[in-house]
Each structure stands twice: as C-alpha cells, then as structure tokens.
C-alpha cells in the first residue's frame, strides 16, 4: 500500500493513456551529442599543432567522457517523453532525474505550432509546441511522426476553439 506523500510524488498520473515519442528520437539525440565534439575536437587538433600541449588531449577526454555519458542515457531519456490527450487538456511528461508535468488545458491555448529543423526531416520527425497566454507553461511534444504532429495539431486546435466557446 502506497502512502498519499509517495502518490503526491508520483508525477505520471496511471489513469492517462501515455503516448510515447518516437524510438528515432534516440538517434537524432545522439548524432547531435557526438556532433558537439566536433568543434572540442578541431580546437584540441589546433592547440595541438601549433603549441604542442600534451594536457590539452586530457581536457578533450574529459569532454568527450561527459558526451559519451550523455550519449548512453539518451535512451531512457527519450522513453521519460510521453503525451496524454484528457476530455480538457493535454498532458505532457519528461525527465529521468528532474521529472516534469505539464498541464496544459485547451481552452488556455492561443496557437499550436509544428515544427521540424533539417535533422529531424531527415528522421521524419516533427515536434509540437503549443502556446498559452502564460509563457511559462508552453510545451512541446518532440519525436512525432508528421503524421501523428499534424494529426495532435488539428486536434488541439479544434479542442481550443471549443473550450473557448464555453467561456
């Protein structure tokens, strides 16, 4: 039996139907982590060659130690993402260590966009942003299938647009 101080710390409410993001989020995270350490990497060559600093390879193994981490638990950070659509809002949740929950309520949205950078078409992906009066509790669904962003968007925007009708 679970006591009401662990419940109130239990950010995912179980009474929702989680949707998950897309797995291929994974790997655009991951190329994009390894990318960082192209610059680290050009900069140690550099310093390198024209000063012959040995300690400058030990700094570049920190770096790349970190992104490497960083690089094997973007798995369970991209499952931690997961949406709920409820009868009057949207849920959105994230993060392993720091968890967060959103709760956006339709009626509270002023826009919906969908969004998709050079990397994620390649993946196919696109990500929903939705947008409230409150910046503060903007949020975004990243990893979607087109399909599935474009499908949430007019979802969203018709729910919105009759929330807003009832006030």
């Known amino acids: 039996m679970s006591s009401p101080v662990s419940d109130a710390l239990r950010p995912w409410p ?14 655009l995270k991951r190329l994009q982590l390894l990318g960082n350490l192209i610059i680290p990497a050009a900069a140690t060559a550099a310093v390198w060659f024209v000063w012959h600093w ?3 390879f030990l700094i570049f193994g920190v770096i790349a130690a970190g992104v490497l981490i960083r ?13 709920a659509e ?3 809002d949207l849920l959105v949740r994230h ?11 339709y009626a509270r949205m002023q ?7 050079p990397l994620e078409r390649m993946f196919g992906l696109a990500t929903v942003q939705l947008h409230t009066a409150a910046a503060a509790s903007d949020a975004r669904v990243p990893g979607l ?4 962003a ?5 979802r969203l925007t018709t729910l919105g647009e009759i929330g807003k009708e009832g006030l």
């Open 14 to 27: 179980d009474t929702v139907d989680w949707h998950p993001v897309s797995a291929k989020l994974t790997t």
């Open 54 to 56: 040995g300690w400058v």
């Open 71 to 83: 690089v094997g638990t973007v798995g369970r950070s991209v499952r931690s993402w997961g949406y």
């Open 86 to 88: 409820r009868e009057q």
């Open 95 to 105: 993060g392993l260590v720091r968890r967060h929950l959103s709760i956006v309520p």
């Open 111 to 117: 826009f919906v966009d969908v969004s998709a950078g």
């Open 145 to 148: 299938d087109p399909a599935e």
């Open 150 to 154: 474009a499908r949430l968007r007019d």
